[in-house]
């Protein structure tokens, strides 16, 4: 064994016991779980904080939209007419749409906040919400541009439309639910083509976890302590799509048993690089490289194992530790006693060393991650 193999193994071994003994932590007992009404409690506080504190909605790119998906999970467990209006009023605002503009020639797939980045999926996950909506309301003008984007982009020849993480949160549950409305299969063929492009670059087969995007595989850029560099927000975000897509993915498709294998695979690595506190570090193999409290990511990871749970995908007695570690971060820490959710780290695209991340970050992904990962607790203890 030579002196490189030899110190990349002693490099190695600390971080293997921290994972083992945070697994086994994680997995010694379960604290008991909430009363519905404590979860409806907390998940509307937490709502009604930022509806009034953003009276107007926002414009339709990620960080608006993501905050959409939580807000409809809860009004679908809690009834609140509120919250409903309050996305039916975002909608209106954007048109129904995302990227506004109409000349196709000038449609583009890179990163862009302007109107011709159609196809860029952070102007796509509105989608998502205005097809649910579509769904309560039977108004087909809600979902007409969702329909004639993803029309023109399934046309096209380009695979590479999902060059980073975050991408598959915003746009795989949109395929899905498209397919939900007009039974069309190339819907989930596109979206198998797009997901194995997505693999290809970003995926890690040993930790089946998913670089941020193709900039930070290992070892071509590595973490603080030289190790791989798995961004808690990136990976919430792709195990949250999953979950989302295994909702609404037919029982017979024949790329079901694929999504499943990742998304169990995630769920076992990510049991162990949970924190004794119950939530995850920003950069989620080295806890060094960006150390202290975390939410958005916590909460898309909570949702995931809840929705594992609750649909019979994750192990109940492996996992329940695990999300009654993490609820009770999100509650008792994250969560301020006047509804403000704290602990979310800013908009960015990686674990940033140094970086300030306290009680008084918040931001509306951060609280969209916690509605959902709320309306599946809720689902879980209601029964």
């Known amino acids: 064994m030579n002196r490189n193999t030899l110190r990349n193994l002693f490099a190695v071994?600390?971080?293997?016991?921290?994972?083992?003994?945070?697994?086994?932590?994680?997995?010694?007992?379960?604290?008991?779980?909430?009363?519905?009404?404590?979860?409806l409690e907390q998940l509307t506080r937490v709502n009604d904080y930022w509806q009034t504190q953003n009276p107007e909605p926002g414009w339709a790119f990620w960080e608006h939209a993501a905050y959409h998906t939580g807000n409809?999970?809860?009004?679908?467990?809690?009834?609140?007419?509120?919250y409903l209006d309050y996305s039916l009023r975002w909608g209106e605002r954007n048109q129904w749409t995302g990227a506004k503009s109409n000349s196709r020639a000038e449609w583009k797939y890179s990163y862009g906040e302007t109107d011709e980045h159609v196809l860029f999926g952070d102007w796509q996950i509105c989608f998502q919400t205005y097809i649910d909506l579509y769904q309560i309301t039977g108004d087909r003008?809600?979902?007409?541009?969702?329909l004639e984007v993803m029309e023109y982009q399934m046309a096209t020849d380009a695979v590479d439309y999902w060059w980073w993480a975050d991408g598959l949160y915003m746009v795989m549950p949109v395929m899905t639910k498209l397919?939900?409305?007009?039974?069309?299969?190339?819907?989930?063929?596109?979206?198998?083509?797009?997901?194995?492009?997505?693999?290809?670059?970003?995926?890690?087969?040993?930790?089946?976890l998913f670089f941020r995007d193709a900039k930070y595989v290992y070892p071509a850029h590595k973490s603080l302590n030289?190790?791989?560099?798995?961004?808690?927000?990136?990976?919430?975000?792709?195990?949250?799509?999953?979950?989302?897509?295994?909702a609404d993915l037919p029982k017979d498709n024949k790329h079901r048993d694929e999504y499943i294998a990742i998304y169990q695979k995630m769920a076992a690595?990510?049991?162990?690089?949970?924190?004794?506190?119950g939530y995850w570090t920003r950069s989620l193999l080295d806890p060094e490289h960006a150390p202290g409290h975390e939410t958005s990511g916590t909460a898309f990871f909570t949702y995931g194992y809840l929705w594992g749970i609750n649909n019979g995908y994750l192990d109940k007695k492996t996992y329940l530790p695990v999300v009654s570690k993490s609820w009770g971060y999100l509650t008792e820490t994250a969560l301020q006693e006047n509804g403000k959710l704290g602990y979310v780290q800013p908009i960015g695209e990686r674990a940033i060393?140094?970086?300030?991340?306290?009680?008084?970050?918040?931001?509306?992904?951060?609280?969209g991650a916690f509605l959902l990962a709320a309306s599946e607790m809720y689902r879980l203890v209601k029964e």
């Open 13 to 39: 071994l600390p971080l293997l016991f921290i994972t083992s003994s945070c697994a086994t932590r994680s997995h010694q007992s379960v604290q008991p779980m909430p009363a519905p009404t404590e979860v």
């Open 72 to 82: 409809m999970e809860a009004y679908f467990v809690s009834g609140n007419q509120a």
């Open 141 to 146: 003008q809600k979902i007409a541009r969702a």
């Open 269 to 277: 690595t990510l049991s162990g690089a949970q924190q004794p506190g």
């Open 353 to 367: 060393p140094g970086q300030v991340v306290d009680a008084d970050s918040s931001a509306n992904f951060g609280v």
């Open 226 to 246: 030289g190790r791989k560099d798995f961004w808690a927000r990136g990976d919430g975000w792709v195990f949250a799509g999953l979950a989302k897509v295994l």
């Open 179 to 208: 397919y939900q409305v007009t039974g069309d299969e190339i819907y989930l063929e596109k979206l198998h083509e797009y997901f194995t492009y997505a693999k290809s670059i970003m995926y890690d087969e040993e930790t089946g």
